[in-house]
């Protein structure tokens, strides 16, 4: 019998790795230093498309404290190259990430040379001392030109296209052809930079005695850096320790082994030294793997009542120069997504993903679901101008009904469980939008008007995870998990997972992550850590409780099924004034004559992802004298299943949404035609401060369980990147609409871009209203 006091879970505990952090305790990879270090500077291409004639770096070794200039010649053949990452059914083409350039670069800030000082500070003034004849050639910027022009970025691969996938139902044709109304619409959204706070960067020390790695990496996991590292090394895996310090945020961009971690390990085994590379912002602008970057044409079909028949949609995503391994994942999961929370019963869905001369593309926030999200949810809104339904019974009348879950997609997913209809009904609730209007009203020359979105987006790639749980008899629980934070308060929130499993105190309970010497592990990404990392730790720890039982068995000689386990106790059924404590037996154990632990060490399994969904509003002003749009409200009520933590799930949403406003309002990574960066810093690439932060957020969740998990979690961290965009493109259109604009706006809202749309429409007032 098992008696078990939910104490911790659902309690919105402050984090406890925050006090550390504030009093400046914490410990981040610049902080990391190894006696004998050398400092890495990379040598970066200033074209765009280029033959490298010659490299001269016979100046820069010369000067003071240089240990050596390395390009691409001095490191054949020490280590290979990392695959792109293949999904099912999608066509990839084999062009691999390019570690350092040999003959040719093909984007600004290709690593072309590294110099390797005593100093940072002395390897930057040597790489200016690298001399390099370039031969500039034509390039191509615009994924529509790679795709029909005539620069051919690789040889060999027809019109640039580096993946492709597609997918159509059987009664596709017959079921567009049934439609009364068909609305097309053609949608964008540019490239962001991740731009975490602290930029990447890597310690690392190769023996060559051993053949092993030891790598320091600001990561968002050691697993991944590790696995490519044995890879591209070919080492085995338990020659490669990875260990993650303190992680100032990434939102994906800190994934895997980048570029620079292979040649920083590769210097080490030449040199013999530790070699450290930690970039500035400069370079994460120009040489870290970008976001976002994706075009679609849709057409939705609908019946008499505004029922979806059909819909198609040709989605061209912009890759990038290389595939790093995981580039395709984010459009090719925007794809899969394109039927959002609707019934849809026939798709026809292709992707092209092609190359260009910019840095390659990778995760960022949302990975490829904010971008089926905004292309779905604005079809939808254009859907319902066109047969004149308002835009929540539109929604309401396709919305896949609660009892036909698990819902399987035409586009092959299987949604595990949801209630979409009274979070939607919320949201508008609390945006104050009903059924029959559409929120728009004139006020002093400003124009407001709201938007409403539905999202729904998978989580648990990967499908598992690792955890292990140690009971010390000195009275503490070691936990450890393969999945590790930077930033999302792991520590806290799997604290109140075991504390509650093994009915103790949540002071008593350590959190070990960050180190690939612990566990195996999938990692930290996609919404996962929760659904998999949590629920491995539930699955530890109910053997070790089992195990606890075990040993109690033995010590009262009764049987197993006689005892209770009572909160952290254990006792024989009727007789609770003789019990042993979880510690007690962990005492006796290590006492025992074999020394034994009381510990287990086990994987969480899923058999799919799950899909948490939800509902986002926003209210949105215009200044008719200036195009400045004003965010005044945002909505976001959430389905995640089991909230652990209420604050941490509160804090994740309202960093996500803030990123998916800034996407809607400020964001955008320009290229020139000859493909150089024109945003290439905060000066000219905008993110939000609190000044632009000051609207009201309302956030609330609901609970649909999956069923997949003990624990009922699915995943919280990137909602609001899914449904903010969406909510806010739908508002600002929503009010150019008034002003009798008939097409379709893109993000970013800027007020140069929306001023010219004012222009064009002779709707621009004399005077400025900006107000606060």
């Not at 979806?308 to 925007?334: H, K, M, N, R, V």
């Not at 997609?409 to 009903?434: H, I, Q």
Request: charged share 20%; aromatic share 8%.
């Amino acid at each position: 019998m098992e008696k078990i006091a939910h104490e911790w879970v659902g309690q919105p505990l402050t984090r406890n790795e925050d006090s550390f952090l504030l009093r400046g305790e914490g410990k981040y990879l610049d902080d990391i230093n190894v006696e004998g270090q050398l400092h890495m500077r990379v040598v970066r291409s200033p074209f765009a498309r280029a033959v490298i004639k010659s490299i001269d770096t016979s100046r820069a070794a010369q000067m003071s404290g240089v240990a050596a200039v390395y390009s691409a010649k001095d490191f054949a053949p020490m280590f290979t190259v990392v695959p792109p990452a293949a999904a099912p059914g999608v066509k990839v083409s084999n062009v691999a990430m390019s570690i350092i350039a040999d003959r040719n670069v093909n984007y600004v800030g290709e690593p072309v040379a590294v110099v390797l000082a005593a100093s940072r500070e002395l390897a930057e003034d040597a790489a200016d001392g690298v001399d390099i004849d370039y031969e500039q050639l034509p390039c191509v910027t615009d994924p529509r030109s790679s795709l029909f022009g005539g620069v051919a970025i690789h040889e060999g691969i027809s019109n640039n296209v580096l993946i492709s996938w597609e997918k159509k139902s059987d009664d596709f044709d017959e079921a567009l052809s049934r439609a009364t109304s068909i609305v097309e619409g053609t949608f964008e959204l540019p490239r962001l930079v991740a731009s975490p706070m602290e930029p990447r960067g890597c310690l690392v020390s190769y023996d060559t005695s051993t053949d092993a790695i030891m790598l320091w990496a600001s990561s968002q996991d050691p697993h991944r850096p590790r696995a490519q590292l044995a890879q591209v090394f070919d080492l085995p895996a338990d020659h490669v320790r990875v260990v993650i310090p303190e992680v100032g945020g990434a939102f994906g961009s800190k994934g895997g082994a980048p570029q620079e971690y292979i040649l920083a390990c590769a210097s080490s085994k030449k040199l013999g030294h530790p070699v450290k590379w930690v970039e500035d912002r400069s370079e994460n602008f120009l040489s870290s793997y970008q976001g976002r970057g994706i075009s679609a044409r849709v057409r939705l079909g609908l019946d008499d009542g505004g029922l979806f028949l059909a819909l198609e949609a040709e989605l061209l995503a912009d890759l990038g120069a290389y595939l790093f391994q995981s580039t395709p994942i984010a459009p090719y999961t925007a794809a899969t997504m394109m039927t959002g929370a609707y019934r849809i019963p026939s798709v026809k869905i292709s992707l092209t993903g092609v190359a260009t001369n910019k840095v390659p593309t990778g995760p960022y926030r949302g990975a490829g679901r904010p971008e089926a999200c905004f292309f779905v949810e604005r079809i939808v809104d254009m859907a319902a101008n066109k047969v004149g339904l308002d835009h929540l019974e539109i929604r309401l009348r396709n919305l896949i009904p609660p009892d036909s879950f698990p819902y399987v997609t035409p586009l092959g997913l299987t949604y595990d469980s949801g209630n979409y209809e009274p979070v939607l009904k919320r949201a508008s609730e609390l945006l104050g939008v009903a059924k029959g209007a559409n929120g728009c009203e004139n006020s002093d020359g400003w124009l407001s008007a709201t938007g409403i979105a539905m999202s729904v987006e998978p989580a648990g790639a990967g499908l598992w995870e690792s955890g292990s749980i140690e009971v010390l008899g000195t009275g503490t629980v070691i936990a450890k998990s393969g999945s590790s934070s930077h930033g999302q308060g792991h520590k806290t929130a799997f604290a109140q997972i075991v504390a509650d499993e093994l009915g103790v105190d949540i002071e008593s309970v350590s959190i070990m992550q960050g180190d690939s010497d612990f566990s195996d592990g999938v990692g930290t990404f996609g919404s996962r850590s929760i659904l998999l990392g949590g629920e491995a730790l539930v699955v530890a720890s109910r053997e070790v409780r089992d195990l606890a039982l075990d040993w109690a068995s033995s010590f009262f000689e009764v049987a197993k099924e006689d005892l209770v386990w009572d909160t952290g106790r254990v006792h024989v059924q009727g007789s609770p004034q003789s019990q042993l404590t979880l510690f007690e037996i962990a005492r006796q154990m290590e006492s025992s004559e074999k020394h034994l632990t009381l510990a287990a060490k086990t994987r969480s399994n899923i058999p799919g992802p799950v899909f948490p969904f939800g509902a986002y509003g926003a209210e949105v002003e215009i200044d008719l004298a200036t195009g400045f749009v004003r965010l005044r409200r945002i909505i976001a009520v959430d389905d995640t299943g089991t909230i652990i933590n209420p604050l941490l799930a509160e804090g994740q949403v309202t960093g996500a949404t803030l990123q998916g406003i800034a996407s809607a309002l400020w964001e955008e990574m320009i290229y020139d035609e000859d493909g150089l960066p024109l945003t290439g810093s905060f000066l000219d690439y905008l993110i939000p401060s609190s000044a632009e932060s000051d609207f009201r957020s309302t956030n609330e969740f609901r609970c649909t369980p999956t069923p997949f998990t003990s624990l009922g979690a699915k995943g919280i961290a990137e909602s609001g990147t899914v449904g903010a965009l969406a909510a806010v493109a739908n508002a600002v259109n929503a009010a150019l609409a008034r002003l009798g604009f008939t097409g379709h706006l893109d993000p970013p809202y800027s007020p140069e871009k929306m001023w010219n749309t004012l222009v064009n429409l002779g709707k621009v007032q004399a005077g400025s209203n900006l107000r606060k």
